[in-house]
Structure formats: C-alpha cells, structure tokens
C-alpha cells in the first residue's frame, strides 16, 4: 500500500520558491523541464508521480541534487511508512543539503 505522502512534491514546490518563482508557468518554461506545466502542477499536488526517465530528466533540467531528488524524495513517497527510517538512514547525507528534506514527519514535528 502506498503512504499518502508527497515528499517529492512538497520538495520541487520548496525548490521552485527558493528560487524565487511563484509562478510555475513561468519556472516550467525558464527551465525548459520535460513535462508541461499542467503535468508539473499536478506533480508538485501529488496527483501524479514520474516514470524513471522522466524524473531523471527533471532532476537534471531543474539541476537539482541527485541524492536529495531520487534517494530521498522519491524513495519516501514510495517507501511504506514503516520501513522509511531504516532504509533512509543508510543514505549518506552530504551538508550542502538542507536538513529538513531529510527529517521524517515524526522526526520533524518534534
């Protein structure tokens, strides 16, 4: 069973408003992302999820952190619930990533 989460697109909406875009229409056509800016709403609402290659090539047009984007984001709107911690605890976390894309909601609220 799938956890009702959306840890990937509370990260693209978070690096979308660091870079200081609002307006995803606009943040979908300056970086020329691979997917159309309905698509793209609909990823950062959780409505839909990305194939491999798509997410591999969103990844790099938004160049984001590969670790942050597939082993972390990804992985955790996957991933059951109760085996998150464990599996996500394996990953390195290198430092020029932000803490709070790593911390489990349990782990976040306290």
């Known amino acids: 069973m799938k956890p ?3 840890y990937l697109g509370q990260f693209l909406k978070a690096l979308r408003e660091e870079r200081g875009f609002e307006n ?4 979908v056509q300056h970086y020329n992302l691979p997917v159309g800016y309905v698509y793209y ?5 959780g409505k839909k999820y990305l ?3 798509t997410a591999r090539q969103l990844c790099e047009a938004l160049d984001a952190e590969m670790l942050a984007f597939f082993y972390v984001q990804l992985l955790k709107d996957i991933l059951p619930q ?7 605890n394996l990953i390195p976390r290198p430092a020029r990533i932000r803490p709070v894309f790593y911390r489990l909601p349990e782990i976040a609220a306290a």
């Open 82 to 88: 109760e085996v998150q911690k464990d599996v996500l």
């Open 4 to 6: 009702d989460t959306n």
């Open 41 to 45: 709403t609909e990823i950062e609402a």
């Open 24 to 27: 995803i229409r606009e943040y």
């Open 51 to 53: 194939a491999l290659a």
